[in-house]
């Protein structure tokens, strides 16, 4: 009979931890946030940035061609045929023998007043970057899956590791519980088959009940214990190792 999380647990007692809603939600918006990313950059690499190349390229040929026009028909005498046929082609003529301005015109056509007129390279990039947020979508998901069915399971005189590895109490000695208090993990470092220093990761964020399990493992532990080191204790480790 597998124990409930809301209850204490006896020493003997199977503790099963499976995966919590809260994992999948952080993971489901992870991957919902690489997919909004790769989508607004293939709508740049497709559609954002050749738009604005365009508006670019229309304000150069304004301000290098249709300008100087200008001033050579106002100097010429023939300004009054040189806005007619401005107005024939929907460009501005000016106001009372000004010269026509980009601000006015663009802003009458809804385009920006500084348009980045970007290279081919740099649009190129767009779709890398795209594919790049696609595919860490995909990551994403497939860890997802991979960790549905995934449990923490402690025993009597072992736990269970989610990737079903069978590590017993007695041949863990050492736990660090620094980032328990505020992350939630920890690490418990043991011995495996022919003496190999392993290390357990303890995450109660994503299996929850884990806290019972690391409880049990301390309750059989009799090894080095590293916990919240105080700022006096961090201090003085500092000092010691500058004078070293």
């Given at each position: 009979?597998?124990?409930?999380?809301?209850?204490?647990?006896?020493?003997?007692?199977?503790?099963?931890?499976?995966?919590?809603?809260?994992?999948?939600?952080?993971?489901?918006?992870?991957?919902?946030?690489?997919?909004?990313f790769g989508l607004v950059f293939l709508y740049d690499g497709i559609w954002g940035y050749p738009a604005k190349v365009v508006i670019a390229q229309e304000k150069e040929k304004f301000m290098k061609e249709f300008l100087p026009s200008f001033e050579a028909a106002k100097k010429e005498g023939r300004l009054t045929q040189w806005m007619e046929d401005a107005k024939a082609r929907g460009m501005p003529t000016g106001v009372d023998g000004d010269s026509p301005r980009w601000?006015?015109?663009?802003?009458?056509?809804?385009?920006?007043?500084?348009?980045?007129?970007?290279?081919?390279?740099?649009?190129?990039?767009?779709?890398?970057?795209?594919?790049?947020?696609?595919?860490?979508?995909?990551?994403?998901?497939i860890l997802i899956l991979l960790?549905?069915?995934?449990?923490?399971?402690?025993?009597?005189d072992h736990w269970v590791s989610p990737e079903g590895v069978k590590i017993r109490y007695a041949d863990v000695f050492r736990v660090?519980?620094?980032?328990?208090e505020h992350k939630g993990l920890a690490y418990a470092w043991y011995?495996?088959?022919?003496?190999?220093?392993?290390?357990a990761?303890?995450?109660?964020?994503?299996?929850?009940?884990?806290?019972?399990?690391?409880?049990?493992?301390?309750?059989?532990?009799?090894?080095?214990?590293?916990?919240?080191?105080?700022?006096?204790?961090?201090?003085?480790?500092?000092?010691?190792?500058v004078e070293k």
């Open positions: 009979m597998e124990t409930d999380l809301k209850s204490p647990a006896s020493a003997s007692e199977p503790i099963v931890c499976r995966v919590t809603p809260w994992y999948y939600r952080r993971m489901g918006m992870l991957a919902g946030l690489f997919l909004v601000k006015t015109y663009a802003a009458k056509k809804g385009w920006e007043e500084e348009p980045k007129l970007y290279s081919q390279r740099e649009i190129t990039e767009q779709f890398y970057w795209a594919y790049g947020c696609f595919a860490g979508a995909l990551i994403v998901c960790n549905r069915g995934k449990t923490l399971r402690a025993e009597a660090d519980k620094r980032k328990w011995r495996f088959q022919g003496g190999a220093e392993k290390r990761v303890f995450d109660d964020l994503k299996y929850g009940g884990a806290d019972k399990v690391l409880e049990r493992l301390l309750a059989c532990f009799s090894g080095e214990l590293i916990e919240k080191v105080g700022e006096s204790e961090t201090a003085e480790s500092t000092s010691a190792e």
